[in-house]
Nanobody, 123 residues
Framework: VQLQASGGGLVQAGGSLRLSCVAS????????MAWFRQSPGKEREFVSA????????HYADSVKGRFTISRDNSKNTAYLQMNSLKPEDTAVYYC?????????????????WGQGTLVTVSS
């Protein structure tokens, strides 16, 4: 599946952004979805995931309580609502998907990746 991430931008600390990930031509209800991020000079890290079955969600400890992953299968779109943003949330955010995938926190669990959208949080 082809994924298109959008919604990044510049926001002040404490602000909010909502990222979107549109899957072209596929029905998301059979895909596990996830968001990862990569900050300058750091490895890409897990942010949040949503399993295709059971609706299970997972969050990195660093974003728990501030970020919310959701999906609208009728629009083939997954979202990442980010509240109370901090400068350390600055990164390129990537969405990822795996058909009938187990989901979870490991990048290797996901076969399809979007191009990334930049989020910059100023202090």
């Amino acid at each position: 599946v082809q994924l298109q991430a959008s919604g990044g931008g510049l926001v002040q600390a404490g602000g909010s952004l909502r990222l979107s990930c549109v899957a072209s031509g596929r029905n998301l209800n059979i895909y596990s979805m996830a968001w990862f991020r990569q900050s300058p000079g750091k490895e890409r890290e897990f942010v949040s995931a949503s399993s295709w079955i059971g609706g299970n969600t997972h969050y990195a400890d660093s974003v728990k309580g501030r970020f919310t992953i959701s999906r609208d299968n009728s629009k083939n779109t997954a979202y990442l609502q980010m509240n109370s943003l901090k400068p350390e949330d600055t990164a390129v955010y990537y969405c990822a998907a795996e058909r009938y995938g187990i989901g979870g926190t490991f990048q290797n669990n996901y076969h399809d990746w979007g191009q990334g959208t930049l989020v910059t949080v100023s202090s």
